[in-house]
């Protein structure tokens, strides 16, 4: 719990100011804690009178053998015969973290046929690769996925293990942190590394992006996390990087799974569900027609996102209702709002003003969308959106 | 079918806001709600309960108030209510959470089936369904869309992938975490909120899991909030200035690095 | 203002002003384009068991009385007048069954409207029998152990939706008052077919259509009550439905209200938001003052009709003119706060004022109204 020192309070009132929940107020000039507490301890650090301690923090968890856990390892993901994109990302964060660390960085591949991908993966900044390859794992099982980067860890036991905020990184890397009964950091968007003790701090959005928290792990090893795709920087691949291969075999009753895969459909681009989507590329009155949203259409399935509409282009029949974001629409909140040709109509802006980050692309400089935008751009959408999709092309391939 | 629904009490995020003077977040008339995920959970459970006989059961740990979500599972149709409430708990990341769940839920009696909304809004962790999965030595599916088929032995489901969606078979007893797109929500209903009213709510404490205290909240959290603060403030505008070229440039700089 | 409701009451206010928040208010402004009736949010009202509100336990009703339904109505009447009008019309079409109708006809007919699985409605008004009952065309004839209906019904709401009606016919013409009967006629009765859709001003999500009955033969045991009492039955109909629409003003006033103070403390003109202009608040002073006014009559009513008094009239009548009246001019007064805002389709306020305009005149017009409390005026002090 958190412990006041009701001896040391000055009641300045610092703790009540910068606690996100509502959780401490000063109260006849002495500070009183409440229940929204969650104990995070973002207070202790802001008290200066050092009135303030969280109980039980150090006492927690096993401190030993820590020092057994060595190297950053990240989970290589494979689905449908390719490594996704997230894994390059990973490979040129992890490997900034293990070169601060003067430790390996190491891939670890899961999969029914490996082929070139090791030598890939090597390129793209891996010391190592672990691979587990067999017909198991051919199709994506919690279970076998999860059991394997368990008996793996257990085996070599690197400090850190990073992976995908993914779909796949989201459902079975819970799996493995909770049977080696260590911390994982969900969504993380940076890393760092503490100076002190070379502890990897993860920070992440919470509350729908309203609010950042940085996450340590201290007492246990891994420290895990999984990151959010297109954050971090993938470095470019060198095709002569050297680099070892381990293979690795696991007993097929770990490769057991209660779930079985028996089909798999291929979603098409306008099904991507506008509620979930991180990325929504929005247009309204400004495309002028049904073609404008073609290169909306283009800009959102190149960020993986979803496709979104103000009431004006839906009535003019450009596009389907299922689309239309606003009062008689879609609510959403991804992470990043598109808005092209949008006025920004109070019924469109509080459809999508809680979304992390705004971009408005508009001709009329007063257009309200400005007023929500978090990056504004005064110009013809038909000019910067085309252009815009050149660049981002170019910039992947590059 | 004993079917379980897991939900959390969560501050209504769409009235969480950054006051953009003094940088801090806004709490006025912030409501607590029932995590709109699991709203989805507690509909697919109590139409399976509909479809294929059975209870449902909603347990939820937090702090007493939460017993208001029970009370509104209950006048959505769930039939009863369990809350996991102590101060022993407070402060458990999602590690320490899923030991105390899994405690409460063999305490109960087990499931046949367990159903959570694919995250809470929140936290946005989505670790509690897999690792409660884990802990109860069970088969899990992430991101359940549809179910298929369903059955007292097996179901077919629906998962919910990046790319599209797979089809998978799984045995009971099991644990399917779910997407909002799997139903509509059905609201209370009169002679629910009647019920709900009147019904007795089973409490759990810490001294009624038989847990190890080691592994309860704080304690048995491995990790740690070292700090929390606000994001780059929004409504702070930057203007993207320049010739056309120029502000795309900068525009997909910016892309890279937000999305 | 508290109205000291009780647990059971806030619950009914609490469930359809959820349903007005999450069903009804986000689909108003498709559904007044589309002229579409609501399926699907009163397939949801039924699944809350709201539409069993008013009707006795036994029947699988809530076994509340009009004050309840007048809550629920007002919940609904915020969200869409249009909507709301679909839900009310079922009770309306209901209330003769529960005022007249014998054991076995409650038993048939009630448990299915309390669940909402089917709707009814209620049919008096004809092309030539508006204000004028008098004027009924439709006449029912026994034949055998069949009354054979003719004539044609206008404007019935809920038409072609509904699957039960309660229709009245002129039996003896002789008689004149009391040669009028109430019928039950079902949906799929033979010789019952309905008029095409009418296009309406304002509450376009109702479905309004005509009824047509062509040597409809229905079942001796259709009558509501002894026959002739077919105009006593629609006056008690009418005594104890007015609140309900007196209430969806009030509901479509509070909306309004709602509307005009949002927008006139988010509307910047010479440097300050309106509201802080002296002409702008005492409109919306006024407003507020009528709005509330208005709910305290009806409530009253509600509860003094819930008394079953044998004086019903003079109490239903005087809240349906005040309350719709009030609505009336609340809402053209919420649109000219929005100024050229207010006029556009973009915001919802010009909806509520065309809404607003059948309350005056449904169910009775507002002149009507007033000539029933002046009749009962006249009475009272003679």
């Not at chain 1, 792990?217 to 680099?243: E, F, H, I, W």
């Not at chain 2, 019904?199 to 048995?220: C, F, V, Y």
């Not at chain 3, 919420?334 to 169910?363: F, N, T």
Request: some cysteine; hydrophobic content about 40%; proline content about 4%.
């Amino acid at each position: 719990m958190l412990l006041i020192d009701i001896d040391a309070c000055i009641g300045c009132g610092l703790c009540e100011e910068n606690c996100a929940f509502d959780a401490i107020h000063v109260v006849n000039g002495i500070a009183e804690v409440n229940e929204n507490c969650t104990l995070c301890g973002g207070c202790v650090d802001y008290c200066e009178a050092g009135a303030l301690k969280i109980e039980g923090k150090e006492e927690c968890g096993e401190k030993d053998g820590l020092a057994a856990w060595s190297g950053i390892w990240v989970y290589a993901e494979y689905r449908h015969g390719r490594i996704a994109p997230v894994t390059y990302e990973l490979l040129g964060a992890g490997r900034k973290l293990a070169d601060q660390k003067k430790v390996p960085l190491s891939a670890v591949l899961l999969t029914d046929k490996a082929g070139g991908m090791p030598a890939q993966l090597i390129s793209y900044g891996a010391d190592q690769v672990y691979v587990v390859e067999d017909h198991a794992l051919a199709q994506f099982t919690d279970e076998a996925y999860g059991n394997a980067l368990e008996d793996l860890a257990r085996q070599y036991k690197p400090e850190v293990i990073l992976a995908g905020a993914t779909a796949i990184g989201r459902s079975f890397i819970p799996r493995v942190a909770t049977s080696l009964k260590t911390g994982l950091t969900a969504d993380c968007t940076q890393l760092d590394i503490q100076q002190e003790d070379g502890a990897l701090l993860q920070t992440r959005p919470a509350f729908g992006g309203n609010i950042m928290a940085t996450i340590a792990c201290p007492n246990t090893r891994p420290q895990m996390a999984t990151v959010r795709p297109l954050v971090m920087k993938a470095n470019a691949p060198d095709p002569a990087r050297k680099g070892d291969v381990i293979h690795y075999t696991i007993s097929p009753d770990r490769l057991a799974s209660r779930v079985k895969v028996r089909n798999f459909v291929a979603l098409e681009g306008d099904q991507v569900n506008l509620n979930e989507a991180d990325i929504v590329v929005s247009g309204g009155r400004g495309l002028e027609s049904e073609k404008g949203f073609q290169m909306i259409a283009e800009l959102a399935h190149l960020l993986d996102g979803a496709v979104a509409a103000s009431r004006a282009a839906v009535d003019s029949g450009w596009i389907p209702y299922p689309h239309q974001v606003g009062q008689t629409g879609k609510t959403v909140s991804p992470k990043v709002y598109i808005a092209c040709g949008i006025s920004g109509a109070i019924q469109h802006l509080v459809g999508m003003q809680s979304s992390d980050t705004i971009i408005a692309i508009n001709r009329d400089p007063h257009a309200p969308i400005f007023n929500v935008a978090t990056y504004g751009v005064v110009g013809d959408v038909f000019e910067i959106v085309p252009k815009l999709i050149d660049k981002i092309k170019q910039v992947r391939s590059s | 079918m004993k079917i379980i629904v897991c939900v959390k009490q969560v501050p209504d995020a769409k009235d969480v806001r950054l006051d953009p003077k003094t940088n801090t977040l806004s709490r006025e008339g912030v409501q607590s709600i029932i995590n709109p995920y699991d709203r989805h959970a507690l509909e697919e459970a109590v139409r399976l309960k509909e479809k294929v006989g059975g209870t449902v059961t909603v347990l939820t740990m937090g702090p007493p108030q939460a017993a208001e979500i029970l009370r509104e599972s209950v006048s959505c149709g769930a039939d009863e209510a369990v809350l996991v409430s102590d101060r022993a708990f407070a402060g458990a990341d999602t590690l320490a959470t899923t030991y105390t769940l899994s405690q409460a839920i063999k305490k109960i009696g087990g499931a046949d089936l367990i159903l959570c909304g694919k995250q809470a809004i929140d936290g946005d962790t989505a670790q509690v369904g897999p690792g409660l999965a884990v802990r109860m030595d069970i088969p899990y599916v992430t991101c359940v869309r549809r179910i298929v088929e369903a059955n007292d032995k097996a179901f077919v489901v629906e998962r919910l992938m990046d790319d599209g969606y797979d089809e998978v078979e799984v045995t009971l007893p099991a644990l399917f975490t779910v997407v909002k797109e799997i139903n509509e929500p059905r609201l209370p209903s009169l002679k629910g909120k009647m019920r709900a009213k009147k019904l007795a709510i089973t409490t759990l404490s810490a001294g009624d899991l038989d847990a190890d205290t080691a592994q309860l909240g704080l304690k048995g959290s491995p990790t740690w909030v070292v700090k929390v603060f606000a994001p780059q403030l929004k409504g702070e505008r930057t203007m993207i200035e320049g010739t056309v070229q120029e502000q795309v440039d900068q525009l997909a700089e910016k892309l890279m690095e937000w999305c | 203002m508290d109205y000291f409701l009780t647990e059971e009451q806030q619950m009914i206010v609490d469930l359809s002003r959820q349903i007005a928040d999450e069903l009804i208010i986000p689909q108003r402004a498709a559904l007044d384009e589309s002229e579409e009736f609501p399926k699907d949010i009163l397939d949801a009202v039924a699944k809350a068991d709201l539409f069993g509100v008013y009707i006795p336990e036994e029947y699988g009703g809530f076994g509340a009385g009009t004050f309840e339904i007048v809550l629920a109505l007002e919940q609904f009447g915020r969200g869409c007048v249009g909507v709301a009008t679909a839900f009310a019309a079922s009770a309306l079409g209901a209330f003769p069954i529960m005022i007249s109708g014998n054991e076995e006809m409650k038993k048939k007919y009630l448990p299915d409207i309390a669940s909402g699985s089917k709707k009814a409605a209620f049919a008096l008004t004809e092309a030539n029998a508006g204000s004028d009952a008098s004027g009924i065309q439709t006449t029912a004839v026994l034949d055998g152990d069949e009354w054979v209906l003719n004539g044609t019904k206008q404007w019935i709401t809920n038409a072609g939706e509904a699957k039960i009606y309660t229709v009245i016919a002129i039996t003896d013409r002789a008689k004149g008052p009391r040669g009028a009967s109430m019928f039950v006629v079902e949906d799929s009765d033979p010789g019952f077919s309905y008029g095409v859709k009418e296009k309406k001003l304002g509450i376009r999500a109702s479905s309004t259509r005509e009824l047509i009955f062509k040597d409809c033969r229905i079942p001796k045991d259709r009558l509501i009550g002894r026959e002739g009492t077919g105009f006593i039955t629609v006056m008690k109909t009418l005594d104890r439905s007015r609140p309900g629409i007196a209430i969806l003003g009030v509901g479509l006033g509070q909306a309004a209200l709602d509307e005009a103070v949002t927008y006139a403390k988010q509307r910047v003109q010479f440097g300050k938001p309106i509201i802080s202009f002296q002409a702008v608040q005492h409109m919306l002073a006024d407003m507020a003052i009528q709005l509330e006014a208005a709910r305290a009559l009806v409530y009253a009513a509600a509860k003094h009709i819930d008394a079953h008094p044998k004086d019903m009239s003079k109490a239903s009548s005087m809240c349906k003119v005040f309350a719709t009246d009030m609505a009336m001019k609340v809402t053209i007064d919420a649109v000219q706060v929005l100024g050229g805002y207010g006029y556009m389709r973009d915001y919802p306020v010009e909806k509520m004022m065309r809404d607003a305009k059948i309350l005056q005149i449904y169910e009775g017009t507002n002149q009507i109204q007033r000539n029933v409390v002046g009749q009962e005026l006249n009475k009272e002090y003679t």
